[in-house]
């Protein structure tokens, strides 16, 4: 069984509040729009930060944002430094996170079974 490392989960919460608060004050690529952190998963060693996010728009807008935010990566590390007050800042990894498009659309499929079935005559055994 894997070991559970509480500070890597406490830096990980900590970087996901601090990278909402940097996407949405010093961020300006339009690329980036809407974002949203749906979690973060640091290394035991805080040397590696893989930042999943989201966009509600298309999955293509994800992608782009994908991409901005590996661009920006370096900017947004040296503004984690002084509000995490760590000695080594986690590399950032973007991850764009396809879950809740999946979940979006798995909904929908339930909700269209739903309506046909109720659609269809009960059977009386």
């Known amino acids: ?3 559970d490392y509480p500070r890597s989960r406490r830096v990980a919460e900590q970087i996901q509040r601090e990278m909402a608060d940097i996407l949405r004050k010093e ?17 035991h060693d805080l040397e590696h930060a893989k930042i999943y ?8 807008r994800g992608l782009e944002a ?12 040296s503004q984690l430094g002084p509000r ?4 080594i800042v986690p590399q950032l990894t973007f991850v764009y996170d396809t879950s809740v498009a999946r979940g979006a659309e798995l909904s929908r499929i ?3 079974a739903v ?5 269809r005559p009960a059977d009386d055994e």
């Open 1 to 3: 069984m894997a070991k």
């Open 27 to 43: 961020i300006h690529d339009p690329r980036v729009g809407m974002v949203t952190i749906t979690e973060v998963v640091v290394t």
């Open 53 to 60: 996010f989201t966009v509600f728009e298309s999955e293509a």
């Open 66 to 77: 994908a991409k901005a935010l590996g661009h920006a990566a370096g900017f947004i590390r």
């Open 84 to 87: 995490m007050r760590l000695r």
């Open 110 to 112: 339930i909700d269209e």
């Open 115 to 119: 309506a046909a079935d109720s659609s």
